[in-house]
């Protein structure tokens, strides 16, 4: 009877223990499960380390294309009473640039330049340019200076009438780089030769 009542109360409090197979097929599941985890952190990682390797590289080369103002924005008047005739401004690379082709009668891959002002907007401004340092190719080279100009009357159309204390944008667009905006405001009074700072 006594044995009777051993094999009633083992089976009634169902003790089962979990075997060294068992352990090990649940080890295994964990360490697939992470492992795979893993690689997908770590692809992650590489994918989003190489965006941002394009996205800085994309960045530096727009950055090398680009040009910069040297000096001011000088513009000259005629006539009696004084209007504004001609816009001018020298150019040149930025530090490390790459050149910048800038040639105001090719037909595609050039330097487009925009005129604003309250009245007037002209999004391809017929302009001149003149080398001050450097050679007379259409490039703009690191170490060269090159003139713009813009003929107001002819260049512009319609062409704008700049009248004293008058704010007017002129817009660079490079093919390679970054878009320059040059804004200034015409003083109180017009002279024949006025530089804008």
């Known amino acids: 009877m006594k044995k009777m009542k051993m094999l009633l109360d083992r089976s009634a409090r169902s003790e089962q223990g979990i075997t060294g197979l068992e352990t090990a097929i649940i080890l295994i599941a964990f360490v697939v499960v992470a492992t795979i985890f893993a690689f997908v952190v770590l692809t992650t990682g590489v994918f989003s380390a190489e965006r941002g390797k394009e996205t800085v590289f994309a960045g530096l080369e727009k950055a090398r294309g680009s040009m910069e103002l040297r000096?001011?924005?000088v513009v000259t008047a005629v006539?009696?009473?004084?209007?504004?005739d001609d816009i001018q401004f020298a150019v040149a690379?930025?530090?490390g640039g790459?050149?910048?082709p800038i040639n105001p009668s090719g037909t595609n891959n050039r330097t487009v330049i925009a005129y604003r002002d309250d009245n007037i907007v002209d999004n391809d401004v017929t302009y001149t340019v003149t080398t001050v340092v450097g050679d007379t190719d259409t490039l703009l080279e690191p170490g060269e200076l090159k003139v713009i100009a813009i003929d107001v009357a002819t260049g512009v159309s319609p062409a704008p009438t700049l009248d004293p204390n008058e704010k007017f944008t002129v817009e660079?667009?490079?093919p390679v780089g970054a878009t320059m905006d040059i804004t200034r405001t015409l003083p109180a009074e017009l002279r024949t030769v006025m530089q804008l700072h």
Not at 79 to 84: D, E, I, R
């Open 93 to 95: 690379n930025s530090a």
């Open 79 to 84: 006539g009696t009473t004084l209007a504004v």
């Open 98 to 100: 790459e050149p910048v």
């Open 172 to 174: 660079i667009q490079t």
């Open 71 to 73: 000096g001011g924005v």
